[in-house]
């Protein structure tokens, strides 16, 4: 079973600043990478899959990249509702534990 | 507009039955392969169940293989969970979601609440 590990667990950042989440696979999961966001009572929303590609009406401001191993998700320049937790998830399904992004 | 809407959570003793119901409206469920996602109380997400379009392909989570069955009916845009022999540490909540080249899931309900306890 390939194992989803993303760090850090928390990130602590001020609006406006960058946010660079990462998430490693086990073994090679080629590009068949999700990226959600999900706030507190709220489900998951997808914002990227295939590694790179943006979900329908997700913001520029978000970004993936990778294959292989080794996947980021970039917040260019973070807005008071990007504060959330962020999840990766592969092909076939299993998540990481989650990166919990919050306002310094 | 594009929409999930479970049902059928509750509080339920350990060993007891539940059946959950999601509605889907706003696009073709038929054309679609759906999975269940649930969430403990202050953990991450686990993957439940999948069910293909036509449900002719099915997994299962190795924590609930045996316990839970996962359903569909197309012709009233709905999809189940059954889920029997019910654990302390199935307490989540549930969630159904659209599901695309049988990995991302792109449409998600907002839940349904499900506690085992005595």
């Known amino acids: 079973e390939i194992v989803l590990t993303q760090s850090p667990a928390t990130l602590s950042l001020s609006p406006g600043e960058r946010a660079t989440l990462s998430c490693r696979a086990s073994q090679s999961v080629s590009s068949y990478l999700a990226w959600y966001q999900q706030k507190p009572g709220q489900a998951p929303r997808l914002l990227i899959y295939?590694?790179?590609n943006r979900a329908t009406g997700i913001p520029a401001r978000f970004s993936g990249s990778g294959s292989g191993t080794d996947f980021t998700l970039t917040i260019s320049s973070l807005e008071p509702e990007d504060f959330a937790v962020y999840y990766c998830?592969?092909?076939?399904?299993?998540f990481g534990q989650g990166t919990r992004l919050e306002i310094k | 507009e594009v929409q999930l809407v479970e049902s059928g959570g509750g509080l339920v003793q350990p060993g007891g039955s539940l059946r959950l119901s999601c509605a889907a409206s706003?696009?073709?469920?038929?054309?679609?392969?759906m999975n269940w996602v649930r969430q403990a109380p202050g953990k991450g997400l686990e993957w439940v169940s999948f069910i293909s379009n036509s449900g002719s392909t099915i997994y299962y989570a190795d924590s609930v293989k045996g316990r839970f069955t996962i359903s569909r009916d197309n012709a009233k845009n709905s999809l189940y969970l059954q889920m029997n022999s019910l654990r302390a540490e199935d307490t989540a909540v549930y969630y159904c979601?659209?599901?695309?080249?049988?990995?991302?899931?792109?449409?998600w309900g907002k839940g349904t609440t499900v506690t085992v306890s005595s």
């Open positions: 706003g696009f073709t469920f038929s054309n679609d392969e």
């Open positions: 295939d590694a790179s």
């Open positions: 998830q592969q092909r076939p399904i299993t």
């Open positions: 979601a659209r599901t695309r080249r049988d990995y991302y899931m792109d449409v």
